[in-house]
């Protein structure tokens, strides 16, 4: 999809008269239109949830097309979840639109339960990929 941008622009143009006396000719609303190619992120999938590591590890999963290339914004709740030594935050291109996000979480706690929001944006729009994290804890009989 292209979405046309209009410019507009006022030309200013002092000349000399006649006589050597200044005058100001003035042009304005000239406009041009530059087509820009690019448009929205949109799912390409429901986000995914995978476990790995006999259960120690949570790999939270966004599928998306963009153009632009979007930037995505994990939360956990209304925090942004920041990459530290539990969480890791990677993001592939598939090919030239086609992105896959992923939030790694590692050594799962009960705390990490919750609500997860991956936020895809780029300049043509944005969406949020929802995610419910529930489990219950390993218990010894």
């Known amino acids: 999809m292209k979405a046309k941008i209009l410019m507009v622009f006022a030309l200013f143009l002092m000349l000399t008269g006649f006589y050597g006396g200044d005058r100001i000719v003035e042009q304005s609303g000239v406009n041009l239109q530059e087509e820009v190619d690019g448009f929205a ?81 780029n300049e043509f729009g944005e969406f949020n990929g929802i995610i419910k994290l529930n489990f219950d804890p390993v218990q010894n009989i």
């Not at 995505?72 to 979840?81: A, D, L, P, Q, R």
């Not at 592939?92 to 639109?97: E, F, I, R, V």
């Open 41 to 121: 992120p949109t799912p390409i999938s429901k986000p995914s949830v995978y476990g790995s590591d006999n259960g120690n590890t949570v790999i939270l999963e966004i599928r998306f097309k963009a153009k632009p290339k979007a930037n995505v914004i994990w939360y956990h709740g209304t925090k942004v979840v920041e990459e530290d030594h539990r969480h890791e935050i990677i993001e592939n291109a598939k090919s030239s639109d086609e992105y896959t996000a992923m939030l790694i979480i590692r050594d799962i706690e009960m705390g990490d339960t919750g609500e997860y929001k991956g936020n895809v944006k």
